[in-house]
């Protein structure tokens, strides 16, 4: 809202994933391709295998074609998504870490010069600095990922910067280092897939299997140290966030799946290649190839997602509010938002006021400066369905609105403005809606939790839905009359009666056996504590 | 309609070094990544000058093939030596540059696009220009076509974060970022301004190709300064035409900038039109005497004072339309003591290092020229 938003109606941030994923997949290429040329030249070498070294001249030519145009222009394209989709993040970040910035691109400038100098001296130069050229190479590109990767973990980790304000505090912040870990093994797997490729083609099949054996050699141990360091790694997000892709949260949980199995099958399929290696199809390898990327990009969605609703953790929403009040905030906060509204606080709206005719322009733009960065209408995460999935009526989405930050483990900001810009807001989701809902009509108790609980209550027994309920049915379905009275933060949704009470009793037929007891009055006896939980 | 609330406010985080540090970075990494937009453009027009325009039918395909075999690794170099001023003008100007790269956001993200395309074509050209000269100058035109219209999303998106006065309008008018900056009377003059620079930097090019062949191949290398050295000449002739355009074309408040009202611009200005003066006579001197050095070292070294005369009165221009919002002295300053040493040392470490790679593959040394 200090920026204007580009408003893409298929959802901007799909085209940071598609930059971004694109772009991740070749970049990390460029790394462990790098090492992989050096070592591969003096293993040829060595062993006086020709054959190998022109494959691997080749080889070099499609390495610096991709890297060097692709790889480069496709990271000059994450600085232009973000700096058009996250403006403030992305200007905040650069004042926090230019200079590592600015040590990156000196990296980046010895790289891409080394690797020009490496494939035109191919035929010019003698072995001996032909692979000088070649280590440093693999060293800048290595140590621009070390660099930027500090900047990457930051995001998600700032750990203690957020008191401190240090560079490298910030910079070697919790996730650092596994982080680290993982990406280089990410960048050896690589290496060796993409040697696959263009192993593939070749005609001379002794000298494909040897390239397919060599490259699996890296390709197979590096993944297998992946889970390894996965595990690290997750160990050091904070539980909470990473709590997101155990379920609350439906796309980092799916791609968390997604992450681990394409991981294995990308596995599989390399030691498929292993067993017939003379016999590697172009098609094959491609497969392998797209599978990879599947699974890298599933874990870097996972980790954007789960530091959700934050673009940096605890600091910054997605939506560009900060998380606490601090000198130079611009006004930009929740508090400051509830209480001189949107309107008021924001630069780039046009709206200045609410009256009862402009009520639905004005939620659209409420919508664009606090929901946009992550929704749109009606396409990515688009509104219109998830509304119209969970047949919430103008009431129910009205009083949702108020529950926004306890959903899916917290992963959206609350909403923050006036009373008369949330019912702007209600009033322009409820325009999107295009069915009659009727959700008087679903008794089904399933049904009901799913509609108006789930966002927040997860079907489990630990959860408060079923530890908190009066195991009395009559007691608990006259309860949920009034949400707000259990618990402040609860939306207050209103129920009708039948409703109730089959949620109810789809409540109780959830709960495990120990729980039933646990709840009779009889059993709460001092000395024996519920079993509830896990 | 001036509405200052429009420019957004600075983000919380204070510059983590002076003001000056970064603008001293911008202006210098931005004058070099001119020089290699220069050449890179200007290679382009050339080799396709010679492919298309050339009369002499046993020179066209080996000039175009020289030029072309150098433009990729000139475009690598225009995107290298881009990424620095793209972080530093964020750094100062962001405020400015973000939202109007919002306003322009599709242009703007296609420039990756077109980039990508341009790029590969480019190294089609170097690659099979010699087997199909006729498919490698088709491609390479369409390159140029594509480096031309990103130089111009440039171009509209420099003037537009200029002048936040113009921003409500636009962005309220179209918010999905399909906008230019067309309506702006600076942006024609100003971007033919830098195409045809462009051009001339090309000819420059081939002068110095010309220098490097000049002892093995005297006939080519001498056909090579001539067609070179006339483009130069023509190319800065035009300059005075279209510099006069982009003069008038500002509101005269700016044009007296450089007229009397900033002493530091006024004598930029007198320097740049004097050297432009100079360089003509000069090239035009070289090609009577047939002096490839007093060419290729002579016109070219002030050819790059001109260029630096030229970077800094845009800064300067820049500053004096953001005046009414932007100073320098509200940036809260906190330097990074910890890690601003260390890209010094990192920076200076690189260059070196960068020359070493140079020379080590003959680049300075060389008896024979080497083929990049
Ligand atoms: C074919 C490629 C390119 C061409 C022809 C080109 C050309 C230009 C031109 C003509 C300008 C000046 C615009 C004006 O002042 O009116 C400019 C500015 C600029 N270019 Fe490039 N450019 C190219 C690629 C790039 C790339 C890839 C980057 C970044 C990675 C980049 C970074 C910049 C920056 C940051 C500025 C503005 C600096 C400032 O305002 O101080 N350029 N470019």
């Not at chain 2, 050295?229 to 044009?255: C, E, H, I, N």
């Amino acid at each position: 809202m200090n920026y204007p938003i580009w408003d893409v109606a298929f959802g901007a941030g799909l085209l940071i994933a598609l930059v971004a994923g694109l772009h991740v997949f070749v970049s990390h290429f460029a790394v462990g391709g790098g090492l992989f040329l050096v070592l591969t030249e003096r293993k040829a070498r060595r062993t006086n295998d020709t054959a190998l070294l022109n494959w691997l001249k080749s080889h070099t030519k499609f390495f610096v074609l991709l890297t060097v145009v692709f790889g480069a222009v496709s990271g000059v394209g994450i600085w232009f998504t973000i700096g058009l989709i996250s403006p403030t993040a992305t200007s905040d970040l650069i004042h926090i870490f230019v200079w590592g910035w600015a040590i990156e691109w000196v990296f980046f400038f010895i790289e891409i010069t080394a690797a020009l100098l490496y494939l035109y001296g191919w035929d010019k130069l003698d072995p001996k600095l032909h692979e000088w050229y070649g280590w440093i190479y693999f060293i800048a590109a290595y140590a621009s990922l070390v660099v930027i990767n500090g900047i990457i973990t930051f995001m998600l980790t700032p750990g203690s910067w957020i008191d401190v304000h240090k560079f490298w505090i910030g910079f070697f912040n919790p996730t650092y280092i596994p982080s680290t870990f993982f990406r280089t093994a990410i960048c050896i797997a690589l290496a060796g897939i993409y040697a696959l490729i263009t192993a593939s083609v070749q005609k001379d099949l002794d000298l494909k299997a040897r390239i397919v054996r060599w490259g699996a050699l890296w390709t197979v141990p590096a993944l297998i140290t992946l889970p390894l360091f996965g595990w690290w790694y997750i160990r050091k997000i904070p539980a909470v966030l990473f709590a997101s892709a155990r379920g609350p949260m439906p796309t980092a949980t799916h791609y968390a799946f997604l992450a681990w199995s394409l991981l294995v099958v990308t596995f599989v399929l390399t030691l498929w290649a292993l067993l017939r290696p003379r016999h590697l199809h172009l098609a094959f390898a491609l497969v392998i190839a797209l599978v990879a990327l599947g699974a890298m990009d599933s874990f870097e969605f996972v980790r954007e997602d789960v530091r959700k609703p934050f673009v940096i953790e605890n600091y910054l929403y997605d939506n560009s509010l900060y998380a606490a009040s601090m000198p130079g905030d611009g006004g930009f906060t929740i508090d400051n938002l509830n209480t001189v509204g949107v309107l008021n606080a924001a630069t780039w709206v046009q709206h200045r006021a609410v009256t009862p005719d402009n009520q639905v322009a004005v939620g659209r733009e409420v919508f664009r400066v606090e929901c946009q960065a992550c929704h749109t209408a009606d396409h990515y995460r688009g509104i219109h369905q998830l509304i119209e999935q969970r047949q919430w009526d103008p009431a129910t989405v009205h009083a949702m609105l108020s529950g926004l930050s306890l959903m899916h483990n917290g992963i959206m900001p609350p909403f923050a403005g006036t009373d008369a810009e949330r019912d702007a807001l209600a009033a322009y989701v409820n325009s999107l809606q295009t069915i009659t809902p009727n959700p008087a009509t679903f008794t089904d108790g399933k049904l009901v939790f799913e509609n108006n609980c789930s966002m927040c209550h997860q079907d489990r027994p630990d959860d408060m839905l079923f530890t908190g309920l009066d195991p009395n049915p009559k007691v608990a379905a006259d309860s949920l009359k009034d949400l707000t009275s259990l618990f402040p933060l609860m939306p207050d949704l209103k129920l009708s009666e039948a409703q109730r009470t089959s949620l109810v009793r789809w409540i109780n037929t959830q709960r495990p056996a120990s729980q039933h007891a646990a709840n009779q009055p009889a059993a709460n006896r001092p000395g024996t504590a519920p079993e509830g939980g896990n | 309609m001036i509405n200052p609330s429009m420019v957004p406010t600075l983000d919380p985080n204070p510059l983590p070094a002076p003001y000056w540090v970064f603008k001293l970075l911008l202006l210098v990494t931005f004058f070099l990544h001119m020089l290699a937009m220069n050449f890179m453009m200007g290679g382009a027009f050339m080799a396709l000058a010679a492919r298309f325009g050339s009369k002499s039918s046993q020179y066209r395909n080996r000039i175009f093939i020289d030029v072309a075999k150098k433009i990729p690794t000139l475009l690598a170099a225009t995107i290298t030596l881009g990424i620095a001023p793209l972080l530093f003008v964020q750094v100062v100007y962001g405020q400015y540059f973000y939202t109007s790269t919002i306003l322009i956001a599709w242009p703007w993200f296609f420039v990756l696009i077109l980039l990508i395309a341009a790029y590969y074509g480019f190294y089609f050209a170097a690659y099979k220009g010699k087997r199909r000269p006729g498919a490698a100058g088709f491609v390479l035109l369409a390159s140029l076509a594509l480096v031309l219209f990103i130089g111009f999303i440039y171009s509209n998106n420099v003037t537009l974060m200029q002048v936040p006065s113009h921003w409500a309008a636009k962005y309220f008018a179209n918010p999905s970022g399909w906008n230019l900056n067309l309506s702006e009377p600076t942006l024609i003059p100003r971007y033919l301004h830098f195409v045809t620079a462009a051009i001339a930097v090309g000819g420059i090019l081939l002068v110095l190709l010309a220098l490097a062949r000049w002892k093995h191949d005297r006939e080519y290398a001498r056909h090579l300064f001539r067609f070179g050295g006339k483009a130069f000449m023509y190319a800065t002739m035009a300059q005075f035409l279209v510099g006069m355009w982009f003069l008038v074309s500002l509101p005269r408040d700016l044009r007296m900038l450089f007229m009397g009202d900033n002493t530091l611009a006024t004598v930029l200005f007198s320097a740049g039109l004097l050297g432009t003066v100079a360089a003509i006579f000069l090239m035009s001197d070289a090609l009577r005497k047939d002096s490839i050095r007093v060419a290729a070292y002579g016109v070219t070294g002030l050819t790059a004072f001109i260029i630096l005369t030229m970077v800094i009165m845009r800064d300067i221009l820049r500053d004096a339309y953001l005046e009414p919002y932007f100073h320098p002295h509200q940036f809260p300053v906190h330097t990074q003591w910890s890690i601003f040493p260390l890209f010094l040392l990192l920076f200076l470490g690189g260059v070196v290092l960068w020359l070493v790679m140079l020379k080590r593959y003959g680049l300075f040394t060389s008896t024979k020229p080497t083929e990049l």
